[in-house]
């Protein structure tokens, strides 16, 4: 139709309309012809649709979901038809019910959902001796009668031991018994029963040693780390306590802080003494001293407290030699250390403030005794030190004298006397 042919002219507008009109005709009946097949066709599936034995549309068909036991759990996940899960309990705990369930083509699980059961280990009467059993998560204990111990109770009680239970708290009672003269402190362990074996623990401060393994025995610490490499346990003395160990110091200390150690109390500072008041207290290391100076009675001169710890002379008459040759002063120094203090080492120093003369010269006043323990050094011009040369056991008191005597061309000016009371006390602490 629409193809030329050669030397003949092109078709005209109205003939190309008419054409059109025929093509759109025959397409129209075309296409009611098909609609009412496809509506036929719609019907016939409709149809069969509704005869059809309905199906489930999710081709993944599981079984609903499955919790594990409380005190156990649940081995499998796939809840898919065909699939089993297992089940367990903890340690301690037995199954009752399904081991195991099956999901069914029925899309419901076989057997019966089941339980963890807690295990009577009491059934067996493990208890023994009159014994009272307390069921317990995978384990037992047994209140013994009097008489018996032991995680069964199968050990008859040493009577020493008695004594501690019959009173009335465990703790207290430990303290009736004097530590290390009425054997060792013993507590019942605790046990547990894992697939047949039992285990047993003491408290902190006991052990299981010996034969019997059901026994506690308190450990000696003091005992223990009597000759420890890392030092004493104990500064003073140690006391065994049941479950533990215990310090103490002697009187005038109290223990530190860390409850090994022992520290002086400071009487003087406490108010803990019962110096007077013309007396001075001196703390010592485990006691304290009352003193109270008293200006020496010298011949040819008189002297005068100017402080509570230093005397002066008072003025000579003009050419009095035997007055001007005596000591211008006397100061008094007291010191505290303890026993064994090592040595050598400068215990106090003796300085001149405002020299005259053009030589000073310090020397130690007193016996051989003081020389065994003491000397006297020049540290520079001005000063003279007193030196401990060797350690002082104690408890002692010593008495020391330094003299400070100022010349000038070898004439005295001033004789100056330090008195130093050194006070040991008994221990080295
Ligand atoms: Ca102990
Ligand atoms: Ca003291």
């Given at each position: 139709m629409f193809s030329s042919t050669i030397g003949q002219d092109c078709p005209s507008r109205r003939e190309i309309q008419g054409t059109l009109k025929q093509v759109q005709k025959l397409l129209a009946a075309h296409e009611s012809s098909y609609g009412q097949s496809l509506k036929n066709l719609k019907k016939k599936i409709n149809l069969l649709q509704n005869s059809a034995p309905k199906l489930p549309r999710d081709t993944n068909i599981t079984c609903p979901k499955l919790d594990a036991p409380l005190y156990g759990r649940k081995l499998g996940k796939s809840q898919s038809v065909g699939h089993e899960v297992h089940f367990l309990c903890d340690p301690g705990y037995e199954l009752v019910g399904s081991e195991s369930r099956l999901c069914q083509e029925s899309l419901v699980w076989g057997g019966q959902q089941p339980t963890c059961r807690n295990i009577n280990e009491c059934a067996s009467s493990p208890?023994?001796?009159?014994g009272t059993c307390t069921d317990e998560v995978n384990q037992f204990s047994c209140v013994c009668a009097k008489g018996w111990a032991g995680v069964t109770c199968q050990s008859p009680v040493p009577t020493f031991f008695l004594s501690i239970t019959n009173t009335s708290a465990g703790a207290a009672a430990a303290t009736v018994l004097p530590a290390a003269t009425s054997g060792p402190f013993v507590r019942p362990p605790r046990c547990t029963m894992t697939q047949g074996t039992t285990h047993c623990t003491c408290e902190p401060g006991y052990t299981i040693s010996g034969?019997?393994?059901?026994t506690c025995t308190d450990i000696d610490e003091c005992e223990l780390f009597h000759n420890g490499q890392s030092g004493r346990l104990c500064l003073h003395t140690c006391v065994n306590t049941p479950g533990g160990y215990r310090c103490n110091c002697p009187a005038g200390y109290e223990v530190t802080r860390d409850g090994r150690g022992c520290k002086d109390i400071d009487e003087c500072a406490t108010r803990q003494n019962n110096c007077t008041r013309d007396q001075t207290c001196i703390n010592t290391n485990g006691g304290y001293q009352c003193v109270r100076v008293e200006c020496p009675k010298i011949p040819n001169a008189s002297y005068v407290k100017t402080s509570p710890m230093r005397c002066e002379r008072n003025p000579c008459p003009l050419d009095n030699k035997a007055c001007s040759q005596t000591p211008n002063s006397f100061s008094y120094h007291y010191l505290s250390v303890v026993s064994?203090?090592?040595?050598?080492?400068?215990?106090f120093r003796v300085s001149a403030l405002?020299?005259?003369?053009d030589t000073l010269r310090f020397s130690l006043v007193g016996g051989r005794h003081i020389r065994r323990y003491f000397t006297v050094q020049r540290s520079d011009r001005l000063t003279g030190q007193l030196m401990l040369v060797s350690p002082v056991q104690g408890p002692a008191t010593l008495e020391a004298e330094v003299e400070m005597t100022e010349l000038e061309r070898k004439e005295q000016l001033g004789r100056y006397i330090t008195k130093v009371t050194m006070f040991v006390s008994q221990y080295d602490f």
């Open positions: 208890c023994l001796n009159g034969r019997d393994p059901y064994n203090l090592s040595a050598p080492r400068v215990m405002r020299p005259i003369g």
